[in-house]
């Protein structure tokens, strides 16, 4: 109950000024400060968790239509360079990080990493020199960083702007409709029946051991469902901004600030990285909608080095075009979960790793 009333509590603050996610961000903010106040760590049932992300998943799943499909086949080339570029770029401030701090180079690669952050500290127990605390610290910051600024650079200048293309046009309508839609409205045996479906296509997505699970199954077989024309109905708009509250409330309860106290030196470099890395998306994301019909938005989200929920959330918020920010979103992080994990074992274990020096 004292966590669901103070993320309650973040969340209507949040709202009240406007802030961009009000209802993930809120509660993420709310319950992060609360843990540094009170000094015990705070809990949230991975059950939650997970319903958030389906629900989520659900209701993105809904902006995929046969256009933005063809769309999304057509730029896999471009999905890979984005990729590769802005994981070339965050290894190129983790050089930087680690030569400004004294901290390894096998921590200060593996912290910069645009991945999940569980994958990352994960992988930093196999590589030789890695620092966990540190790896988790930078991560933490990187993902601090992203979630709160590029929302903010979205919404409050980037948004699309009388719908860049059909499919962005289409996900606009999609969100206001979510919007308006009352619990009268809703056929709720076709909503429970495709809610059902996603459930299972999250357990199966689970079994196959995808990233996200619970987020990318029902988005997979949600647009599956769209494109074939069984069109899944809309939930009401209370609901989504509940799984968005369920998901900011888990991922502040993961932050501790108490252990990123003796990392006051390494706080500014990580800081600085994560906005470089940002910067250099925005960049790379004017580059692709000059030569892409998608708006700057929705270019800007699809590079961005955040998770698929959050990015997905924003470009529904912005009216960009969801499925496209979802497919490069996904492209990236199965790009770093399956291939970046070996590159960075090779260059470490062929060295020999190399010892992690503190920062004074």
Known sequence: METAAVTWAGGALFTLLHVPLAWMLGPLTAIMLWQGVVKRPAAWPVSLRNGGLL????????SVTAESARQIGSQLPSM?????????????????????????????????????????VVLCEEIPGADKTVVTFMQTIRLLTVIFVVPFLA?????????????????????SAAASAGWGDIPWLKALLALAAASAAAWGASL?????????????LIALLTVSGWNPPQLPHMVGLAAQWSLG?????????????????????????????????LLLAFGFSLFHPIGLGTAFLAAAPGGMTEMGV????IQADVSMV???????????????????????????????????
Request: glycine content about 12%.
């Open 155 to 175: 919404v409050h200048g980037l948004g699309e702007q009388g719908g860049a293309l059909d499919t962005a046009t289409a996900a606009g309508q999609t969100a």
């Open 208 to 220: 196959l051991r995808m990233p996200t699970p619970w987020f990318l199954g029902p988005i997979l």
């Open 326 to 360: 979802v497919a490069y979103q996904m492209f990236r992080i199965l790009f770093v979960l399956f291939l970046v994990p070996y590159l960075i074992r090779w260059i470490f274990h062929s060295r020999g790793g190399n010892r992690v020096r503190k920062p004074n």
């Open 80 to 120: 890979l360079i984005a990729t590769v570029l802005t994981v070339a770029f965050s290894l190129l401030t983790a050089v930087w990080i680690a030569k400004a701090t004294g901290i390894s180079y096998a921590s200060s690669l593996v912290g910069s990493i645009p991945g999940g952050l569980s994958q990352m």
């Open 249 to 281: 409330v888990f991922l502040g309860t993961g932050i501790r600030l108490q252990s990123l106290t003796s990392w006051k030196r390494l706080l500014p470099f990580s800081l600085g990285g994560g906005l470089a890395v940002v910067a250099f998306c």
């Open 314 to 317: 924003t470009a529904t918020l």
């Open 55 to 62: 629900i989520l998943g659900y209701g993105m799943g809904l």
